[in-house]
C-alpha cells in the first residue's frame, strides 16, 4: 500500500463527519471540567452546549496536550499498515504538543526506517487550523504526493487568516490574556477585543472596539482588506464560535453578501473544549486564505 494517512490533532475544531468524510485523522488533546478528565474528542463524550453552560455557570477548566507516548500509540498502527504519515499541530505559539510529536516520530522511525512520518507546524488554530487541513484533503484527492504535500503545507500555511472577537472577557481574564483591570474597564466601556494569529503561530490583540455589532464589522474589513483576490474571493470561509451562534451567523451573513463567488456558504463550526477552556463563551472567530500574516 504506498497511500499516506493526513493527520491533526483534535484542536481543528471539525466536526467527527466532517473529518471522517474528508479522510483525515486527529488525535484527542484533553481537558478537566471541575477536575473531572475527558478526551477532546469533537463533543462526542459532552455535547459542546453543556460544556459552555458548565462554564458559564462557573465550572473550572483546564487542558492538557497529547504527550509522546500517545502520538506512539496513534501513528503506530498506520506504519504497521505500511503507510506514512503527515500530521499538522496546533500551533507551536498555542501548544507544545509538536514537541511531543516530534519525539514520537523520531521513535518510531528507528523501529519503521522505511516509513515516512512528517510532523509540521500548522501555526493555526481552531477552524483555522481546520480550513488549512481541508485544503490538504483537496491537494491529496488530487494526486499530490505526501513529499508535496509537506512542502506545500510549510510553504503555504500562513496564507489562513485568522480574526476574532469576544463580547465576554472574563475567561481571558482568567486565563491571564488579558489584565483584570483591563478587563474591567473593557466592561464597562462595553469593548470587545479584535484579536488574530501571529506569524508565530501566537494570539495578539489587535484592537479594541466598542460594542459588538462594530467588531462584527470590523471583522468583515480584515477579510476585504486581506483576503485572496479581493471581492472575487473564490476560496472556502469558516467561522468558529462558543456558546454565541446568533453572532457567528450574523458575520457569516455579512460575508456572504461581500464575496458572492466564494466556495460555498460560510461554514459555522463550534470552538471545540480545548481552545474553548480559555476562551469562554462568547468568541466568534472568522477564518479565509489570504495575505501571508507577516507580524
Not at 481543528?12 to 478526551?39: M, P
Not at 504519515?85 to 505559539?93: A, C
Request: glycine share 8%.
Amino acid at each position: 500500500m504506498t497511500d499516506y494517512i493526513l493527520s491533526c490533532c483534535s484542536t481543528v475544531d471539525l466536526t467527527k463527519e466532517h473529518l471522517d468524510s474528508r479522510d483525515i485523522k486527529y488525535a484527542c488533546f484533553h481537558y478537566e471540567l471541575d477536575g473531572k478528565q475527558y478526551l477532546d474528542d469533537l463533543g462526542q463524550s459532552m455535547p459542546l452546549s453543556d460544556f459552555y453552560k458548565a462554564m458559564a455557570d462557573g465550572a473550572m477548566t483546564k487542558t492538557s496536550q497529547i504527550n509522546a507516548e500517545e502520538y506512539e500509540a496513534y501513528f503506530r498502527p498506520f506504519l504497521e499498515q505500511g503507510r506514512d504519515v503527515i500530521h499538522l499541530t496546533l500551533s507551536s505559539g498555542i501548544s507544545g504538543t509538536i514537541n511531543s510529536a516530534n519525539i514520537a516520530r523520531d521513535e518510531l522511525l528507528e523501529e519503521f526506517p522505511d516509513r515516512k512520518i512528517y510532523i509540521i507546524d500548522s501555526l493555526a488554530a481552531s477552524s483555522g487550523y481546520g480550513l488549512l487541513m481541508d485544503k490538504l484533503a483537496d491537494l491529496r484527492d488530487d494526486g499530490m504526493d505526501i513529499d508535496e504535500l509537506a512542502a506545500w503545507a510549510e510553504e503555504h500555511r500562513l496564507e489562513v487568516n485568522h480574526w476574532f472577537f469576544s463580547s465576554d472577557l472574563t475567561f481571558f481574564i482568567r486565563g491571564g490574556r488579558v489584565s483584570k483591570t483591563a478587563g474591567f474597564i473593557g466592561g464597562v466601556l462595553n469593548i470587545c477585543p479584535l484579536l488574530n494569529v501571529s506569524n508565530k503561530g501566537e494570539l495578539i490583540v489587535r484592537d479594541k472596539i466598542r460594542t459588538k455589532k462594530k467588531v462584527i464589522k470590523e471583522s468583515l474589513v480584515k477579510m476585504q482588506q486581506l483576503c485572496k483576490d479581493g471581492a472575487d474571493y473564490s476560496e472556502k470561509v469558516y467561522i468558529s464560535h462558543s456558546a454565541c451562534y446568533e453572532d457567528a451567523k450574523a458575520l457569516a451573513d455579512l460575508v456572504e453578501a461581500a464575496f458572492p463567488k466564494m466556495k460555498g456558504k460560510v461554514l459555522i463550526n463550534d470552538i471545540g473544549t480545548t481552545i474553548g477552556s480559555h476562551t469562554g463563551p462568547g468568541t466568534v472567530a472568522l477564518y479565509f486564505w489570504g495575505k501571508k500574516r507577516v507580524d
